[in-house]
């Protein structure tokens, strides 16, 4: 019997070097971003919005009562910086003018980087903070009285740092 030794030996494809050099980018790749994303994964627990704020901005509003009472009484407030320190003047109340107010400004995305800056009267509509808070970036602005009956809620979006003067109004959907 004559037989016929082939000199093309079968190689299966994980022993071909081609194969593992074409690949090699793929794999570092998928390793590089897993090695990044795990740890971002387990140590940054933080993606909570303020479920009125989501609900709010994505079209439809969990609690409006605060907003209704706002427009009907005429509210709206005007946010400035004077003095290394925020200004609010508050307009539509004509009476029983709260102590204090709290400004809520709410991160779009990261409930850790929320702020609440506390606003102090000084008379007929005008409150002011304490140092301005070192933040940039988009935030969304709550104005609310503390320590009222009656409760009210302004809102807006602003830019900080602040430039200009930013205007606060009740949203009604």
Do not use: C
């Amino acid at each position: 019997m004559n037989t016929q030794q082939n000199s093309d030996t079968f190689v299966p494809w994980y022993r071909v070097g081609f194969f593992w050099v074409a690949m090699a980018p793929l794999f570092a790749a998928i390793f590089g971003t897993l090695v990044f994303l795990i740890p971002l994964a387990l140590n940054d627990r933080d993606g909570n919005v303020a479920e009125d704020v989501y609900r709010s901005y994505r079209g439809y509003d969990v609690r409006q009562d605060d907003d209704i009472r706002a427009r009907d009484m005429g509210m709206s407030a005007q946010l400035n910086v004077r003095n290394e320190s925020w200004q609010i003047n508050v307009q539509g109340l004509t009476s029983d003018w709260p102590q204090q107010l709290h400004l809520e400004l709410i991160f779009p995305t990261r409930e850790a980087l929320d702020s609440l800056v506390v606003l102090t009267h000084r008379g007929e509509g005008l409150y002011q903070s304490g140092p301005l808070p070192d933040m940039s970036g988009r935030r969304y602005a709550h104005l609310k009285p503390v320590g009222t009956e009656l409760m009210w809620r302004l809102r807006g979006e602003i830019q900080l740092p602040i430039e200009a003067a930013i205007e606060l109004f009740p949203r009604v959907y």
